[in-house]
Every structure is written in structure tokens, then in C-alpha cells.
């Protein structure tokens, strides 16, 4: 598969980010030139976990995102549909709980978690509503969703900088330092095809999570989308 689509099938993409698991978190830190860290800690502070906290880090690939909520002393669930990417975290981080589980029919009961959070996983998701649906039900009234993900930057000539750069620099540079290069043709693409930060601010309130915020991080290349379960829900 290497042309994007909102209709994306979950087998193809879980396939897909199964052949590029082993040098994932290097080809990342490539591509975005280093931006990849900056962007974690941000996701890490927007959580803030604390001590006995559960917290369920959804789309964790090989678990990197996962570490600063371990390291805040919360137990935190890194899942993902790619049981590639969970082999690999695994054998990374054999301490945490890798879960396999598919984000529209998540393996948890209801109000289990005291926060979710998903980072750059939410466009891979067949129906993201569905999607961030289910993180409201398997978590706690009163807590927390953090959405990072890939947006649209909002100085216009900067983002003609940046089309360019995903649909012309990105794909070779990708067949340099990843062993599969059409998974970032399909990433590029994915990324221009996604809803900006107002669009996507309206569908996390449109899934029943309230007070929906977001902050741009690097000029809007990505946004930060952070949402609370209403107490009665």
C-alpha cells in the first residue's frame, strides 16, 4: 500500500508499520530532524502522570512514548495493533505491558484508566471518531485524552516549505535510512490528507469529550489536542 486514503484497511497498515518496526524510532528522529524528542516531552508533560496513575498509551509503537509515564512512577499499557512494532519494543523493554489491541475495539474494560493518550496514531485508525470513542469509554469520569499528531502549519508560506518537503524530500531520504520507503509515502500523504487543528478539535468533541483544547509545536507541523470525560460520563 503505498497511497494514503482516509479509508485506510487496519491489516494494511498494521502490515505495513510491521516492515519498518526494527530502525522506526532512528528513521523518525531522521526525518524530523530531531523534532521527534521535543515532541514526546511535550506529549509527557500535556499527561502529566503521576504515582499509582494508569495511563494507556495507545499507537506506542516499540514503547519510546511509553517511558516518561513509567519513569513518573504511573503504570502505563503501551498498545498497538502492529505486533511487529510490539516484538520489537518488547525486546527493548521487556519491563512494560505490551497489549496488541485494534483502536476501534480497544481489550479494556470501561473506566479503567486515568488518562489516554495516542501520538501520531490517530490518522491510521479507520474511524478515528471510533477511535477516540473508545478511549472515552476506558476512561475514568474527570480524566484526561492527549491527542499528538501530525497538523497543518499555520504560516502560509512556511507551510508551502513544508508540502514540499513531504511529498518531494521525504521519500528519498525515507529510502536511505528505512527498510520500507512506501511506508512514509503512505505517512506524507496520510499527513496531507488530515484534518486541521479547528477540524480536529471538533471531532474530539463530536466523540463526547469536553473542554477540547490544542497548542501548535513547531509552527503546527503538529498539534497537541487535549480533551476531559465529563464527570457524569
Request: proline share 7%; charged share 25%.
Amino acid at each position: 500500500m503505498t497511497r494514503a486514503s482516509l479509508d485506510k484497511q487496519p491489516r494494511d497498515v498494521a502490515s505495513m508499520f510491521d516492515g519498518v518496526a526494527e530502525k522506526y524510532d532512528v528513521t523518525n528522529t531522521v526525518l524530523s530532524l530531531g523534532q521527534d524528542r521535543f515532541w514526546r516531552k511535550a506529549v509527557a508533560q500535556a499527561v502529566d502522570a503521576r504515582p499509582g496513575e494508569r495511563i494507556l498509551d495507545l499507537a506506542a509503537g516499540t514503547g519510546t512514548s511509553s517511558l516518561p509515564f513509567r519513569d513518573a512512577g504511573a503504570t502505563v499499557v503501551p498498545c498497538d495493533f502492529s505486533l511487529g512494532m510490539l516484538r520489537a519494543g518488547k525486546r527493548r523493554h521487556p519491563e512494560l505491558p505490551f497489549t496488541a489491541g485494534d483502536g476501534m475495539r480497544l481489550p479494556f474494560a470501561d473506566g479503567v484508566f486515568d488518562a489516554v493518550t495516542i501520538s501520531f496514531g490517530l490518522r491510521n485508525i479507520n474511524e478515528p471518531k471510533t477511535g477516540l470513542a473508545e478511549l472515552l469509554r476506558v476512561t475514568r469520569p474527570g480524566g484526561r485524552l492527549v491527542v499528538c499528531e501530525f497538523s497543518h502549519p499555520t504560516w502560509r508560506p512556511f507551510r508551502t516549505v513544508y508540502d514540499e518537503y513531504l511529498m518531494r524530500a521525504l521519500p528519498p531520504i525515507a529510502t536511505r535510512v528505512s527498510s520500507n520507503p512506501d511506508a512514509y509515502v503512505y505517512l506524507a500523504e496520510s499527513i496531507r490528507d488530515w484534518p486541521d487543528q479547528p477540524a480536529l478539535a471538533a471531532l474530539v468533541r463530536d466523540a463526547g469529550w469536553e473542554r477540547v483544547a490544542w497548542r501548535d509545536l513547531t509552527g503546527g507541523i503538529v498539534a497537541l489536542h487535549r480533551g476531559f470525560k465529563p464527570l457524569a460520563g
